[in-house]
């Protein structure tokens, strides 16, 4: 599925994102951004295994939630770490982010219309 395809590559950019943070308190936050950013595809796949459409909408609007979480987490990052040479992998994840979730979000529109 073209939408898990750009979710792993999200997870993955953030992943090395992440590995930029400074250690000591920022550990939080870049597990916090892995665990978010990993929780989209992971839904994705999950949801397109279950049994149902109805199914799928719900794993699909989690996978939405964790990336609304990750859009949160990455502005956070610029905030915390200004001079930390974070900002063009913090854009690349966005625009990714950008163009995955109107995706999801009409992927979960037309399975409410299904139903």
């Not at 990336?67 to 990714?96: D, H, M, N, V």
């Amino acid at each position: 599925m073209k939408i898990w395809q750009k979710a792993m590559n999200i997870a993955q950019e953030t992943h090395h994102l992440a590995g930029l943070l400074p250690a000591g308190s920022s550990r939080s936050l870049a597990e916090q951004m892995r665990r978010s950013a990993i929780s989209i595809p992971s839904n994705i796949a999950e949801g397109r295994m279950r049994s149902s459409d109805a199914d799928f909408k719900r794993f699909l609007t989690v996978a939405f939630a964790s990336g609304a979480e990750l859009e949160t987490q990455l502005e956070l990052a610029r905030r915390f770490y200004p001079k930390q040479g974070i900002e063009g992998r913090c854009a690349k994840i966005e625009k990714s982010l950008g163009d995955l979730m109107p995706m999801m979000n009409r992927f979960i529109s037309q399975l409410k219309a299904k139903s």
